[in-house]
């Protein structure tokens, strides 16, 4: 399932209100820690995308139960956005004060896996989540110890 989204800060709100009306059928209660956790990386993904891009961008959910009939993979969630950039996401600095600029790092923390792909013209940034672990405990075994070895590290996605 896909939503378009338009370049415009706006539509970060509607993807998360869409990303939680698909929760409804999937086995996933709106109020579990991983519903919880996929609404705000929605936000993030979202975020980057029309903040960072000025292109439209298309939102993917692959909920269990939903997508892929007979696939082995019913206990991860995945979401992808992909927009019509081609520049790939950039490590930057943030210091303490800034309010923006840690999207990616949080990413990192919360995701059990995540990364990027050229995808066209543009790119698609992904992360998936597994229901049978906590959040982030998989990103700390596959990034080398997850948010907190990003201290002091924020990501731009361009």
Known sequence: MQLEI???P???GRARRWARSRLAGSGIAADEPLAETL???????????????????VLRLSLPGTDREGADDSVTVRLEVADAS???PVPR???GDATGGRGLALVDGLADRWGWSPEGAGKRIWCELD?????????????GGGLASYEGLAFEAV
């Open 39 to 57: 609404i705000l990386l929605v936000s993030e993904l979202v975020t980057n995308a029309v903040v960072h891009t000025g292109c439209p961008a």
């Open 10 to 12: 706006t539509e970060v």
């Open 93 to 95: 600095c943030a210091d």
């Open 131 to 143: 229901r049978c672990t906590q959040p982030g405990q998989g990103a700390a075994v596959a990034y």
């Open 6 to 8: 338009r370049p415009d």
């Open 86 to 88: 081609d520049r790939a």
